[in-house]
C-alpha cells in the first residue's frame, strides 16, 4: 500500500509544475490546480544522512530545509521525486495552500446573541468559565490592544510568518476570532463563551490570507507539544487532502487535545458538498454555522464530514478604534465550539473523542431527524451537554445517556411501575460518558430506567416512561351518496333560436 501511494504521489509531483505553469500562461485560475508552495518531504533523519552523501543531485536541486521531526521542505519538485525513488523518503506531497474562512462585514449591528443561544448561563451556574484551560488560535494572530480583550488572558504566543514572538494581526480575521472566545462582557461586541481560558495565538496567515501546510502543521504540533495546550482552534481549511497536516493532527488528539474546524464557506473554490480539510479528518470537530434564528448559513458547508452547527451568521465585532462591525462566516462558528469545548474540558478533562461523543449525542438536534448533512447533529447547547443524564424515548427505543467521573461497565434498565425488571442493556466503555439505547418490550406502558453499576447497584434514575398507545382506528364513516339532481322538465326548456 506505501509503495502505490508513493508511485501515485511522486506521479502527481512530475504532473504538477506543468499544470502550474499552463494556468499561468493564460493568466487566469483554471480551478483545477490546487495552490502550493514547494514540496513536503518525509523523511526519517537517518535515512536522510545517506542522501547527504550525493551532493551532485543535491546541489544542483536546492536547499532541504527542516520543519519539525521528519518533516522537511524542498522547491525542487525533482530532488523531492529523487528521495522518495531511492528509499530514503516515506512520503512526498505538494505543500499545499490553506485560506481562512470569513466573507466580507455584513448586515446590521447584532445583539451579542452566541451566548444565549449555546445556553452558557448553565455553565456559568456551575462555575465554568474556561479558567485552566488553553486554547490556541491557529490564525492570522491577534491585536491585544483591541477594546474587546482587555481581560483576555493572552498568553504569548507565535508569529511563523516573522518568525518571531512579536504578535500582529494584519487580517483582523484572528482578533474576532480571539473575541467569541473571551471577549470583555462590556456590552458592545460579542461576549466571551470561554473568558476564562488561556488564548494562545499562533500566527500563520498574513494579509495574503493564505498559509501552508507546513505553516499550519508545525502550529497544530508546538500548539499541543511547546504550549501545552487542550484545545486548538482552525478557522480556516484546503480543499486537497495532506498526510503531513494529518499526521500533525493524530499526534494532538493521541494528546488528548481537542481539534475544532471550520466546515468551510461555500464558494467558487469550495463547492458545495466539498470535502474540506482539517474539517474533514476523522479526529477533528467539523463546525457549520447558523443565525440567530437556527437556520442553516446558505454559504455554509454541508457534507458528510459535518459534526455540529453553532451561531456564525451576524456577529458583532469590536475593531481596533472601538467601531462595531457585523461578519459572518463558519470561521466564527468554530471558536464557539472552540469554547463550549474548553468547558467541558474544564468540567471534566473531556478527551477529543468524549467531547465528540457527547456533541453527537446530545446536540439539540435541528433538521432532520438525527445526523444531516446541514446541520451535522445539531447545536450543542451547554445545558443539555453537561446534564448528569439526558433521556429521550422514540418508537419504543429509550436513548439514554451518563456523564460519571471513570469509565466501566454501565447498565442501562427500565422496570413496570410494579418495579418488575423489563428490559436491560450493558456498554462497557472507558470513556467519561456513556450513550446506550434500549428497546422497551411490546406491551410496556409505563415505568421508570435507571443506571445500574456492573454489579446491579443503582447509580441513578434517568428517566420515567410512559408509552402510549394509539387510539383505536374509528371505523370510516360511509359517505352519504350525493342527491342526483331531478332532470329538467323539456316543456321549461328555452326554445333555439
Not at 220 to 229: G, L, P, S
Not at 354 to 361: D, F, V
Request: hydrophobic share 40%; net charge negative.
Amino acid at each position: 500500500m506505501r509503495s502505490l501511494l508513493a508511485f501515485m504521489l511522486a506521479f502527481t509531483l512530475c504532473l504538477l509544475p506543468a499544470t502550474a505553469a499552463n494556468g499561468a500562461d493564460n493568466g487566469e485560475d483554471c480551478g483545477e490546480t490546487p495552490e502550493y508552495e514547494g514540496y513536503i518531504v518525509c523523511c526519517p533523519p537517518e535515512r536522510l544522512m545517506e542522501s547527504r552523501e550525493q551532493p551532485q543531485l543535491r546541489g544542483a536541486a536546492g536547499n532541504l530545509d527542516h520543519v519539525v521531526d521528519d518533516v522537511y521542505l524542498t522547491q525542487s519538485a525533482e530532488y523531492a521525486d529523487w528521495l522518495l525513488s531511492s528509499g530514503q523518503a516515506e512520503y512526498i506531497e505538494p505543500n499545499y495552500v490553506a485560506t481562512l474562512f470569513d466573507v466580507e462585514p455584513d448586515g446590521s449591528e447584532s445583539a451579542d446573541w452566541p451566548r444565549e443561544l449555546l445556553h452558557c448561563d448553565y455553565a456559568g451556574s456551575l462555575g465554568l468559565d474556561g479558567s485552566g484551560i488553553r486554547i490556541a488560535t491557529v490564525d492570522s494572530g491577534i491585536d491585544t490592544n483591541n477594546p474587546n480583550l482587555t481581560e483576555a488572558n493572552i498568553i504569548t504566543g507565535y508569529d511563523y510568518v516573522s518568525q518571531s514572538v512579536v504578535m500582529s494581526d494584519d487580517v483582523g480575521h484572528g482578533t474576532k476570532v480571539a473575541q467569541l472566545i473571551c471577549g470583555d462582557d462590556n456590552g458592545t461586541g460579542v461576549t466571551g463563551i470561554a473568558r476564562g481560558c488561556e488564548l494562545v495565538p499562533l500566527r500563520c496567515f498574513s494579509s495574503s490570507h493564505s498559509a501552508t501546510v507546513v505553516e499550519l502543521a508545525l502550529a497544530v504540533t508546538e500548539a499541543a507539544t511547546r504550549y501545552n495546550c487542550d484545545v486548538i482552534n482552525m478557522s480556516l481549511g484546503l480543499k486537497n487532502y495532506s498526510l503531513t497536516l494529518h499526521r500533525a493532527i493524530q499526534y494532538a488528539d493521541s494528546l488528548g487535545v481537542v481539534t475544532v474546524a471550520a466546515a468551510g464557506n461555500v464558494s467558487y473554490s469550495f463547492p458545495q458538498g466539498s470535502a474540506i480539510y482539517p474539517a474533514a479528518f476523522d479526529e477533528v470537530i467539523s463546525v457549520g454555522s447558523v443565525d440567530s434564528e437556527l437556520n442553516i448559513a446558505s454559504d455554509s458547508m454541508q457534507n458528510e464530514f459535518l459534526t455540529v452547527c453553532a451561531p456564525g451568521r451576524g456577529i458583532s465585532f469590536v475593531t481596533a478604534s472601538g467601531a462595531i462591525t457585523v461578519s459572518s462566516g463558519t470561521s466564527f462558528a468554530c471558536p464557539c465550539v472552540s469554547a463550549v469545548a474548553a468547558l467541558l474540558k474544564q468540567h471534566a478533562g473531556f478527551s477529543r473523542a468524549e467531547c465528540m461523543s457527547l456533541m453527537c449525542a446530545r446536540s439539540l438536534d435541528l433538521g432532520q431527524p438525527g445526523f444531516d448533512v446541514a446541520y451535522g447533529y445539531g447545536l450543542p447547547q451547554l445545558d443539555r451537554l453537561l446534564q448528569h443524564t439526558l433521556s429521550g424515548l422514540g418508537g419504543g427505543v429509550l436513548s439514554a445517556s451518563l456523564l460519571r467521573s471513570g469509565g466501566g461497565t454501565v447498565v442501562l434498565a427500565a422496570y413496570d411501575e410494579s418495579g418488575q425488571l423489563l428490559s436491560a442493556n450493558t456498554a462497557s466503555t472507558a470513556s467519561r460518558f456513556t450513550a446506550i439505547q434500549l428497546t422497551l418490550p411490546d406491551g410496556a406502558a409505563s415505568g421508570a430506567a435507571f443506571f445500574l453499576d456492573a454489579d446491579g447497584v443503582p447509580l441513578c434514575m434517568c428517566a420515567r416512561y410512559e408509552i402510549v398507545s394509539p387510539d383505536p382506528e374509528e371505523p370510516e364513516e360511509t359517505e352519504e351518496p350525493e342527491e342526483t339532481a331531478e332532470p329538467e322538465d323539456p316543456g321549461e326548456s328555452e326554445d333555439p333560436e
